[in-house]
């Protein structure tokens, strides 16, 4: 199992990043991908989910109209949208499976991130 | 959102030491629980998951304990490649929430 993310990005704020995670050696779809972040020196933040089974999402409110995540099966890749960044957005972002034996595929229930990628640094920076 | 709690924030410790960090939920969380091992530069490394389970690879020094609202994650004997941030994480419901994280350092 394999997750591969996209390569550091330098955004100004208020405009927009996209994170893409390809995932490789599993099924795709039996997996979901959530997104975490952290900040420079500080904890794990999680973002939100998306099924790769059927594209629902769940996402932290704090991100909720600022966010979009989205699932290419046809190249098993997952992407990660923020838009509006402001500076405290800077931050290593992780993809992360979705999995464990206690996992539900449809809802995101009971997830323990079992794999992760790693990391995509964005700076945002006037 | 449910809250996660770890003590303490920072462990000085020795090789062979016993090391055990608490990670305590505001709200019941049943075994709904994760542990994760993250080395500067690093992404997070799965440890444990329901509470209690081994995940596959991980050497048996580490064990976890506890539901509800109170966790512990122990190491037995404190090895060199062990020296690290730890996070707990609750997989009750959504959002998911971590701890803020223990640094076991030397």
């Known amino acids: 199992v394999q997750l591969v993310q996209s390569g550091a990005e330098v955004k100004k704020p208020g405009a927009a990043v996209k994170v893409s995670c390809k995932a490789f050696g599993y099924t795709f779809i039996s997996h979901g991908i959530s997104w975490v972040r952290q900040a420079p020196g500080q904890g794990l933040e999680w973002m939100g989910w998306i099924s790769t089974y059927n594209g629902n999402t769940d996402f932290a409110q704090k991100f909720q109209g600022r966010v979009t995540m989205t699932t290419d099966t046809s190249t098993s890749t997952v992407y990660m949208e923020l838009r509006s960044l402001r500076s405290d957005d800077t931050a290593v972002y992780y993809c992360a499976r979705a999995g464990g034996p206690y996992y539900e595929i449809l809802t995101g229930y009971y997830q323990t991130l079992d794999f992760w990628g790693q990391g995509t640094l964005v700076t945002v920076s006037s | 959102d449910i809250q996660m709690t770890q003590s303490p924030s920072s462990v000085s410790a020795s090789v062979g030491d016993r090391v055990t960090i608490t990670c305590r939920a505001n709200q019941g969380i049943s075994s709904w629980l994760a542990w994760y091992q993250q080395k500067p530069g690093k992404a997070p490394k799965l440890l444990m998951y329901a509470a209690s389970s081994l995940q596959s690879g991980v050497p048996s020094r580490f064990s976890g304990s506890g539901s509800g609202t109170d966790f512990t994650l122990t190491i037995s004997s404190l090895q060199p490649e062990d020296f690290a941030t730890y996070y707990c994480?609750?997989?009750?419901?959504?959002?998911?929430?971590f701890g803020g994280g223990t640094k076991v350092e030397i």
């Open positions: 994480q609750q997989a009750n419901s959504f959002p998911l929430t």
